[in-house]
């Protein structure tokens, strides 16, 4: 796992960045004019109730949808300059996504699973096969590389999800409720790996109802109300160490953990 890393002592990159976004689905407002960034290495966290425009906003991100008005780069790339092809490439190369449900194709063992991101890319088979047993080792699932999907427990599957995102070394890593679907030691397990990937470098942006998992694995918390951001807080451990409400930083001594169930 090799992840992007600033030179020392600069100040980290803007890997992500919205200006004033807005999403309309006919009469709907998904996302209301939403600014946000994201620097290298950050893991963030967002939060918020259904409808708030969580999924929303990582299709955006994802290049999987399109704004109604506003501008979305990541990694210094305009995505709305990108054709329908060129936002294919930028998937394929600079985004690893986590899914809550997997989304691994049952027809084809892990390895394959894994391998074939390098492979939609250009990457020789025997590359690919090779760094995506590499990744299998390192997540610790290497002796089940021949087992399809279906004989696997959740918590396989996802570490299999989670090497086939890392396989052609994203700039970002998306998350979509990644322990949703897990039962709580193999959600546990998951929320370690984040936490790995994060101290190395791992850019992350994790959409999440879960309060543990976004108290665990994030730097920063961005709660969402109406498509816009509500509040912001900069997570220390288990303490929320700032908050940022209508754009003003205030100090904060609550516990984070305590907070977030409350307004989750």
């Known amino acids: 796992m090799t992840p992007h890393h600033d030179s020392a002592g600069s100040a980290p990159q803007v890997v992500v960045r919205l200006d004033r976004v807005s999403k309309e689905y006919g009469d709907t407002l998904a996302l209301d004019a939403l600014s946000l960034e994201i620097r290298r290495g950050e893991a963030v966290a967002v939060m918020g109730p259904s409808g708030c425009g969580k999924s929303t906003l990582l299709n955006m991100v994802a290049g999987l949808d399109r704004p109604t008005a506003g501008t979305i780069s990541v990694h210094g790339q305009d995505l709305g300059g990108l054709t329908e092809t060129g936002l294919a490439l930028y998937r394929r190369r600079d985004v690893g996504m986590i899914f809550q449900f997997f989304n691994l194709i049952d027809d084809l063992p892990a390895l394959d699973n894994v391998a074939l991101a390098a492979q939609l890319t250009g990457t020789s088979a025997r590359q690919a096969r090779r760094r995506a047993l590499e990744l299998l080792d390192e997540l610790g699932v290497a002796d089940r590389r021949n087992n399809y999907p279906t004989m696997l427990s959740g918590g396989e599957r996802q570490r299999v999800g989670v090497a086939r995102a890392l396989m052609n070394r994203p700039a970002l890593l998306l998350a979509d409720e990644p322990t949703g679907a897990l039962d709580s030691r193999s959600g546990e397990q998951v929320m370690d790996l ?71």
């Open 194 to 264: 984040l936490i790995d990937l994060n101290q190395i470098g791992q850019t992350l942006l994790i959409v999440t109802h879960d309060p543990h998992l976004a108290t665990r694995c994030a730097g920063r918390l961005v709660k969402m109300a109406d498509g816009r951001v509500a509040r912001e807080r900069a997570l220390d451990g288990e303490t929320v160490a700032a908050e940022t409400v209508d754009g003003k930083t205030v100090a904060a001594e609550t516990v984070a953990g305590e907070s977030l169930e409350r307004s989750a």
